[in-house]
């Protein structure tokens, strides 16, 4: 399986199951929609039909490059990803924890997921209790596994942070006596943040990521505080001084965007012109009915939107003041792990949620919907089921992913919109797959015009 397209006469052609990305000529390029995976010969009537365009030699020294390539398994090569599926015998650890800090937070942004904090139940903390038993089920539930990662989410988890501290420092002597190696990430909204909490988060955790959704006009709107006043002109100096304090790098300001601003280059632009240089912005995910959703006819304005953001990424990086986009960074020489590529990020079987009361969930985006509740930290133990369920859950299990060119980059999408749109974690959600086949042709289009 090959795709293949053309951007402002740079012709792309990528190989679905080598992963090989190529750029190629124009007269490879037109030939390819004549020879196929299942066609290699090149007849006179093809040449004659492409004649019109090219000349002859042109045409049959493409044709060389092509069966060259094609020789050497990086054009129409064969899917062995099927075979490691056909006998994978794959036994999950839990390596990740998202844990929950808080159940509440001090914003009310319209667009959020977690019903500004409750998950669809009560306001709650986690006590230090609750996070200590989930390092110690996390470390038994790793086996062998050495690296774990805890990421401290809410909810906003600053308005918890003694008990941020707490965990730390408990899983640090845990990792003494056990030769584990923890690596710490939290999420803020930064209204809560300070140089103290600051020095905290750069001493101790490894990456940090600070919402923040762009300009000051659209994230006032979105994100503000519970009493309704805008939060950008608080938070802004602290992130460039918390990214400056980590050498603009590891960290990422993250935000999102929504109907509300479909022409969200500019808010990535804009974060970008404020001096940072790692940034994410994300689309929405929420219901077709909810005001700020985005919806299909929406797409081809999005697209243009992530063009425009390639072009203006590869002029900065010549300029020598370039910046990263977490949706266009794409390792194309070599990517993750065959396993990586087939299940994603892992949740429900090598990562989980943890709530305040120490329920486990696959996620943190079915944290409060029962069905999907695995056990609690203090029981020791998880649902098999349905940890299986999603251990067992990959590209191959998914119909839509079967002729899908980009499944290896997504590795069949987000499990929780799966299920929250098509009521299956095996049946992706549509506009997600849309917008990341946009993503990684951009991808590659940056990556050939470096």
């Known amino acids: 399986m090959i795709h293949k397209f053309s951007k402002n006469g740079t012709n792309i052609v990528a190989d679905v199951y080598s992963g090989a990305v190529h750029v190629v000529s124009d007269v490879v390029y037109d030939l390819l929609d004549y020879i196929t995976e299942d066609n290699r010969e090149l007849t006179d009537e093809i040449v004659k039909t492409l004649s019109l365009k090219h000349s002859e030699e042109d045409i049959r020294e493409a044709y060389e490059e092509i069966s060259f390539l094609a020789e050497k398994d990086a054009l129409f090569s064969k899917d062995f990803y099927s075979g490691v599926v056909k006998n994978w015998k794959k036994q999950s650890v839990v390596k990740a924890l998202c844990l929950h800090i808080t159940h509440d937070c001090n914003m009310r942004c319209k667009y959020c997921f977690a019903d500004t904090g409750e998950y669809g139940g009560k306001r709650s903390f986690m006590s230090s209790e609750v996070g200590k038993k989930a390092i110690d089920f996390v470390i038994d539930k790793s086996a062998d596994r050495k690296n774990i ?4 989410f809410g909810g906003e988890p600053l308005m918890n942070f003694d008990v941020v501290k707490d965990i730390v420092e408990y899983a640090k002597a845990r990792a003494e006596e056990t030769g584990k190696i923890f690596r710490f990430t939290i999420t803020t909204n930064g209204l809560l943040l300070n140089d103290e909490i600051a020095g905290y ?3 101790n955790m490894g990456n940090v990521v600070l919402s923040i959704d762009g300009r000051k006009d659209k994230h006032d ?7 309704g006043q805008g939060t950008y002109d608080d938070i802004l100096p602290k992130y460039k001084k918390i990214a400056d304090s980590r050498n603009q790098d590891n960290y990422y300001v993250r935000g999102t965007f929504t109907s509300n601003n479909l022409d969200f280059a500019e808010d990535v632009i804009h974060l970008a012109n404020e001096g940072f240089e790692q940034i994410s912005v994300e689309p929405v995910v929420l219901p077709d009915e909810h005001e700020f959703a985005l919806k299909k006819e929406h797409i081809p304005t999005i697209y243009d939107q992530y063009d425009k953001l390639a072009e203006e990424y ?3 990086r010549k300029d020598g003041k370039g910046f990263n986009f977490f949706h266009f960074m794409i390792d194309f020489s070599q990517g993750p792990c065959v396993y990586k590529r087939l ?18 969930y696959p996620c943190h985006q079915f944290v409060g919907n029962e069905p999907f509740k695995m056990g609690n930290v203090f029981d020791g133990d998880m649902n098999t089921e349905i940890r299986d369920r999603f251990m067992n859950s990959n590209v191959y299990t998914k119909e839509k992913c079967a002729d899908c060119w980009a499944k290896f980059y997504c590795s069949g999408g987000c499990s929780a919109n799966a299920h929250n749109f098509n009521g299956d974690i095996d049946k992706p959600y549509d506009i997600a797959c849309d917008l990341e086949k946009k993503r990684v042709e951009c991808a590659m289009y940056i990556a050939a015009n470096k």
């Open 201 to 203: 988060i750069n001493e």
């Open 149 to 152: 990662e805890i990421d401290f």
């Open 221 to 227: 709107f979105m994100r503000p505080r519970v009493g």
């Open 343 to 360: 299940s994603g990020c892992g949740a429900g079987h090598e990562y989980v949620a943890i709530t305040p009361e120490g329920d486990i």
């Open 314 to 316: 590869i002029k900065r």
